[in-house]
């Protein structure tokens, strides 16, 4: 799976976070309160202007502070009533449409089924609901404003913030119930619809070449499975009796003989798919590279890949990707050490066609600088392939890696044999030789000659444990849910003062600008080809390509001085608006990835987080509305 | 009055939406088919009728599938946008090496605008031949070679009478499977599998019959159903079946099938090849041709050409003559000097001459009179016409080849060919097998097979379509069998023998090798500036013929062991010529000789040097025993040898190691005629060599 955003632990992420966070905050503060200050003191004159802007800011301290939870859920509670008034339903209706034909446009050859499954059933789910909290939010507060309606709460004894807290809570709530119903459509539509068996295809059932039969008569056979879902499996059956389908389409199946002489298919029962609906736990390690003379560099070789998301190790040099794993204890790792790799092979000529590009791991420890070389592998691309480290590891090779300082000042590592009682050792303990208190270092190195592996860092890990797939559904809609209560927060903020439709076109700005928050950064520091916005649209009209140099002259210097100024916008805006895209998590439920706790809460804490300055805000915009006064 | 205006609006608005509804009718309603016995249906309304007469209807296009269609209405006329944004997808997703979105994505494109063949055609390679490259292992490879077919067939399903689409699907079938790198595995793993050819017999599995069957679709298409988009011209998409047959002949021959099965296959493929040359193919100028009259055509060029002489009374050799005689004075000279000594400028000049003596038709029916001058103009005309068809159709047989695989097609059946192709590839397959002995022995039968063959068939060397020069595919063929040889010559250390059956070929390849005319320009040129004493000029211009004798080798290494005893020894040759050089101006002959490793394995294999090292051999071991009398009687042999050699080969004076050789022969003749108290004789033959290296 492709993590391009690497999954701080708690501790790292939340000090940066926080101090961003205040960072923002206070310049947001100062600037309102310094709009506010001048505005009153336009207003109102000096004196009376500071004397109604202090007001404002106690009144609003009293406002936040002294909320009644009763009457915020009166409050909410009529959001509710209000948003099922509007026949909201319909849209659960739409969904359970989509839900109904998807199989026309799912494609159950694919090689991934669960993949595309996934990604279909979020991405639905995703915009249903985004777009449903939307229309509510931003449409509730000015229609009853329009229809008066809102006249008859605010004279009663409730204060703004609890209105506003109440519409958050109440569309957060609708849209919770929507997501809610609309994922467990989805769970029963993903696992019923993955859910297929196959028949043993006994016409292509033969013992195995080199098998020889037990006393019985009876040898290890081989064959295939039938198609069904458009997938058919290789399957070997072992002298018992006992055997599997192999892995195709990412899972694989159990396969027993039941009896007979094994010639009918119904001699054999076949289970349902395994290996599919999983959620590995993931240990990530920090990455860094070693070119062919052994010095450390941040990057490997770069093949020319469009792409570069991944870099690359030469293969028979000293090249390597070399991970630092923390946590390598025997509490985590008891019995061996799961070592998971999705790498990436370039070929600089054809080599042997009919085998793929070895390699090898290295297992180090960084204090001592021991290490020993684990057996050679056949490396297979786009396929997750699993090494396993076993705890007693009886070594190819022993020697040691030791980092040496070059004249340059660059790290470079140099090996060194190993002393005869070390290399003469049969065996090693990965914890006790080859873990410095819980961190170990995996090297990965190519083997054959002018050929390339391709490593990110979330290529190669330790695989923890597989937890169950259904909590990390769940989890997948937790962040579905985040991206929703954001969308509430930003809808119901603006339409404390805009109309419906402005606040309506504002909050959808929120959501392109959050989904594509990349572009939007890359467009406002300049990285994107064709200029900025009014350069482009002259661009557009003119039918010139985005590479060639615009032609100097006053139109093009007026058009770059509007872009500075728009572009010096968007970047605020783009480091004040959340990437939405960070909220969401189906590739990890759709690549089988266990969504961790720091991703939980990280996330969640940021979510809260903007959610309480948009509530700030949305209440001291009401409060500035005389009907709120 | 209020009222009775609105009441009069909303009337007038009733009728407008009438008369639009009424116009929408007519234009716009559908067609219905036969529904009862009587009832002829509904041709529908405008538009109907003419998407039925332009084969525009969907159901006339291909299959209609419920979820394109729904998928075509929800989009509300922006399905162009969305295929866009999908398309943008579809490129990222590549780039990401996202395989499964990316299968997804080209899955909506196509549900979204099933009926643009452009997407089709272009996915389809992109899944086939880009997507597939990306994968390391081959079985991967070739499931997204798979994965592009499939997803053509699916377009050919909507677009049924499409044979773009048919030929694509042949295209890639034969080509990407039978070509690839991976084509041995490709096409192992195209028979096995039973999921894409369902119940086909694995014997007709073959990825070039199966091609076949596609272009054959495409042109059923064509034929019957007045299909016109083939995404090539006419000649190419005609040429594509019989070719796929010749390949699969070729295919089975490389896997080692050389009896009936081959036999047949090449049959077939010559019979399909004739039939393509009969087949009535329109070209871009509006004419149509068959590739094989040509023959026929340029007969009765021929007899109008004799016919137009006859009413000429004989104008043509007057005209030949009168022309010749105008030549200016410079061209007759050009014309004067032998074709090999000519300069660059008398050659243009020589073929200029050609140009200005040539006599058209036209020039002799204007010497045709009295009532015979109608009939020549008329003839005249003929002429014309043929001339154009003629020489279009020499075009179109040189683009595809024709004449070439006419003749291979009935060559490759011969027994005799099979048995070459078969004696190549067991002697292939026993030098993987590192059995040297039987790839040797493999080899020479197969040289003599190859003789026999060209001896046969010399037309296999040169034919029309290639310029009369040798065709590639045979040289190819030919260059493979002598590298092989020569490689296990190589390992028994041994030269071609004397009576090489192909050395006439080798020779042939030779003597058509476009550097032989500038490489005998230069030897012409050096020979005469030698003759006139300017030795300098001579050097430079052996030199230049070197470069060009070294660039042949290269191009035909067997000749490094004399595989053509002819060439190599005018090589040899030109060596001695260039050595000569040195000697009249004085210079020592360079180390760094460029034709030295050539010169040095001929002077290894030859007889002298055996009878040299060998004549050492014994006198140093008759020294060692004393008996200095036999021994410098075998030194004495030894020596003339290396004389004989050194007058051979003069260039042996620059090669180190062979003249350390001889001087350890000289040292051992000088220790053993001072045993004897014998003075060293003077003059000494190998003086030079002593001269050049005893100080070092």
């Known amino acids: 799976m492709v993590v391009e955003t690497q999954i701080l632990s708690f501790s790292e992420w939340f000090w940066p976070a926080l101090a961003i966070f205040g960072g923002v905050l206070g310049v947001l503060l100062i600037l309102v309160a310094f709009t506010g200050l001048v505005s009153g003191i336009v207003r109102l004159g000096p004196a009376r202007g500071m004397r109604h802007f202090f007001r404002a800011i106690g009144t609003g301290f009293v406002d936040l502070l002294l909320m009644s939870p009763r009457r915020i859920f009166a409050l909410t509670w009529l959001s509710i009533k209000d948003a099922f008034r509007r026949r909201i339903v319909i849209v659960f209706a739409v969904f359970i449409l989509m839900i109904s034909f998807a199989g026309w446009f799912l494609d159950p050859g694919n090689d991934h089924p669960l993949r595309l499954y996934i990604t279909f059933v979020m991405t639905a789910t995703n915009f249903l609901v985004l777009l449903l909290v939307l229309f509510l939010s931003v449409f509730s507060l000015p229609t009853d404003l329009k229809n008066k309606t809102l006249h008859t709460v605010v004279t009663k004894p409730v204060r703004a913030s609890e209105i506003v807290l109440g519409r958050i809570l109440g569309f957060s709530a609708i849209g919770t119930i929507f997501l809610v119903a609309m994922g467990l459509v989805c769970y029963l539509f993903v696992t019923r619809g993955l859910i297929h068996t196959h028949e043993v295809d006994v016409a292509t059932l033969e013992v195995l070449a080199d098998a020889e039969p037990d006393a019985a008569g009876a040898a290890p056979v081989k064959g295939k499975s039938t198609q069904n879902s458009r997938h058919r499996h290789d399957l070997i059956v072992d002298a018992a009796g006992k055997g599997r389908l192999e892995v195709n389409k990412d899972h694989w199946h159990p396969l027993i003989r039941v009896g007979g002489d094994g010639k009918k298919a119904s001699d054999y029962k076949i289970g349902s798919p395994e290996g599919m609906l999983i959620a590995r736990v993931p240990v990530y390690g920090k990455l860094r590279f070693y070119d062919r003379e052994r010095n450390e560099k941040e990057k490997g070789v770069n093949v020319g890949d469009e792409w570069t998301y991944r870099s690359y190790i030469e293969g028979d040099s000293l090249a390597a990707a070399v991970w630092t794993f923390d946590g390598v204890t025997p509490q985590n790792f008891p019995k061996q050490l799961p070592v998971e790799m999705t790498l990436g092979i370039f070929r600089t000529h054809k080599g042997d066609i009919e085998t793929g590009v070895a390699g090898n791991l290295l297992v180090r420890n960084p204090k001592t600088g021991l290490t020993v070389e684990r057996p050679v592998f056949i490396s297979k691309e786009f396929v997750t392939d699993t090494q396993i480290v076993p705890r007693k590891i009886t070594p190819v090779n022993v020697f040691y890696l030791r980092n040496k300082k070059t004249e340059n000042g660059e790290s470079k590592m140099v090996r060194e044999e190993a002393e005869p009682q070390t290399a003469n050792r049969p065996e090693f303990d990965l914890f006790d030789d080859l873990s410095d208190n819980g961190t170990v270092e995996i090297w990965l190195q190519c083997l054959d000659t002018a050929q390339f592996f391709g490593v990110a860092q979330a290529d190669l890990y330790l695989k923890a444990k597989d937890a169950p797939f259904t909590p990390n559904f769940i989890k997948g809609y937790f962040g579905l849910w985040m991206q929703m209560v954001l969308v509430v927060g930003f809808g119901v903020m603006f339409s404390t003062f805009l109309s419906g439709p402005v606040a309506g076109i504002a909050t959808l700005g929120f959501l392109v600008m959050g989904l594509s928050r990349s572009f939007v950064i890359d467009l406002a520091t300049g990285q994107t080809w064709g200029g900025g916005p009014v350069e482009s649209f002259i661009r557009i009209l003119t039918q010139q390509n985005v590479v060639t140099e615009m032609e100097e002259g006053f139109r093009t210097t007026v058009a770059k001085t509007a872009d500075g100024i728009l572009m010096f916008f968007l970047r605020a805006m783009s480091h004040v608006l959340p990437d939405l895209r960070q909220f969401s998590a189906s590739d990890y439920v759709a690549y089988g990835f266990n969504i961790s706790g720091n991703w939980i809460t990280e996330r969640g804490l940021t979510t809260l987080s903007f959610v309480v300055v948009l509530f700030v805000m949305g209440y001291f915009f009401l409060k500035s509305r005389e009907v709120a006064k | ?696």
């Open chain 2, 1 to 696: 009055m209020h009222q009775q205006q609105r009441f009069t609006r909303k009337i007038v608005y009733l009728v407008i939406i009438f008369g639009l509804l009424m116009t929408l009718y007519y234009l716009g309603h559908p067609s219905t088919g036969q529904v009862g016995v009587g009832d002829e249906g509904s041709p529908g309304g405008v538009l109907a009728q003419m998407r039925t007469k332009e084969n525009l209807d969907q159901a006339q296009i291909g299959q209609v599938d419920p979820t394109s269609e729904a998928l075509k209405l929800a989009m509300f006329g922006f399905r162009g946008v969305a295929a866009h944004l999908l398309g943008l997808k579809a490129i990222e997703y590549k780039k990401t090496k996202d395989w499964s979105n990316l299968s997804a994505t080209l899955n909506q494109i196509t549900k979204i605008q099933p009926n643009f063949l452009n997407v089709w055609e272009h996915q389809a390679w992109n899944l086939a031949y880009n997507c597939s490259v990306e994968f390391d292992d081959y079985h991967d490879r070739y499931r997204w070679v798979i994965k592009g077919l499939e997803f053509l067939k699916k377009g050919m399903q909507y677009n049924e009478n499409e044979p773009v689409l048919a030929r694509n699907m042949g295209w890639v079938t034969a080509q990407k499977i039978g070509r690839a790198d991976e084509k041995k595995q490709y096409r192992r793993l195209f028979i096995a599998d039973d999921d894409y050819h369902g119940s086909r017999p694995k014997s007709e599995r073959d990825n070039w019959l199966v091609g076949k069957e596609w272009y054959l679709t495409a042109h059923d298409m064509v034929n019957t159903r007045r299909a016109f988009r083939i995404g090539t011209s006419p000649l190419l998409f005609y040429s594509e079946p019989p070719m796929c047959q010749m390949q699969y002949g070729e295919a089975i021959q490389e896997e080692g099938s050389f009896g009936e099965k081959a036999k047949k296959a090449w049959n077939k493929a010559s019979q399909e090849w004739e039939e393509f040359g009969k087949q009535d193919i329109p070209t871009s100028q509006g004419l149509w041709i068959q590739l094989g009259k040509i023959e026929q055509l340029r007969k009765e060029g021929e007899n109008l050409l004799k016919e137009l002489d006859k009413l000429s009374d004989g104008a043509r050799e007057k005209l030949i003559r009168q022309k010749t005689d105008q030549l200016p004075k410079k061209h007759q000279e050009a014309l004067a000097v032998p074709e090999l000594l000519r300069t660059p400028k008398q050659i243009e000049l020589a073929y200029e001459s050609k140009q200005l003596t040539f006599v058209s038709p036209a020039e002799i029916a204007r010497q045709a009179t009295g009532p015979n001058r109608a009939k020549a103009n008329e003839i005249l005309e003929k002429i014309k016409n043929l001339d154009g068809l003629i020489r279009q159709i020499k075009t179109d047989r040189g683009i595809v080849n024709y004449p070439y695989w006419d003749l291979r097609a009935k060559v490759e059946q011969t027994d005799l060919m099979l048995t070459a192709r078969k004696l190549v590839h067991e002697a292939d397959e026993a030098f993987q097998k590192a059995n040297l002995t039987a790839a040797y022995q493999g080899y020479v039968a197969a040289t003599k097979a190859w003789a026999q063959v060209l001896a046969r068939f010399p037309e296999m060397f040169s034919t029309e379509s290639s310029g009369n020069r040798i065709n590639k595919a045979t040289q190819d063929d030919i260059n493979h069998l002598l590298i092989q040889y020569s490689k296990t010559l190589e390992q028994r250390d041994e030269l071609y023998p004397t009576n090489f059956p192909m050395a006439p070929y080798v020779g042939y390849l030779v003597s058509e090798n476009d550097k032989m005319p500038r490489l005998s320009r230069a030897l012409a040129k050096a020979k005469k500036e030698f003759q006139n004493g300017k030795f300098l000029a001579a050097q430079e211009l052996y030199e230049k013929a070197i470069h060009f004798w070294l660039l042949i080798i290269a191009e035909n290494p067997s000749l490094m062991q004399m595989s053509d005893p002819n060439t190599g020894n005018r090589v040899l040759d030109t060596i001695r010529q260039y050595a000569e050089t040195f000697e009249k101006l004085g210079i020592p002959f360079p180390e760094r000789f460029r034709l030295r490793t050539f010169v040095w394995i001929q002077v290894e294999h030859s007889q002298a040097a055996k009878n040299a090292k060998t004549a050492f051999a014994a006198a140093k071991r008759l020294a060692a025993e004393k008996k200095y009398a036999e021994a410098e009687k075998q030194l004495d042999n030894g020596l003339l040898a290396w004389e004989n050699i050194l007058k051979r080969y003069p260039s042996v004076i620059g090669d180190k190691s062979i003249c350390r050789e001889i001087l350890r022969s000289i040292d051992l003749y000088r220790t053993v005629l001072e045993a004897q108290e014998k003075s060293f004789p003077e003059p000494f033959a190998l003086q030079p060599v002593l001269d050049r290296y005893s100080k070092k």
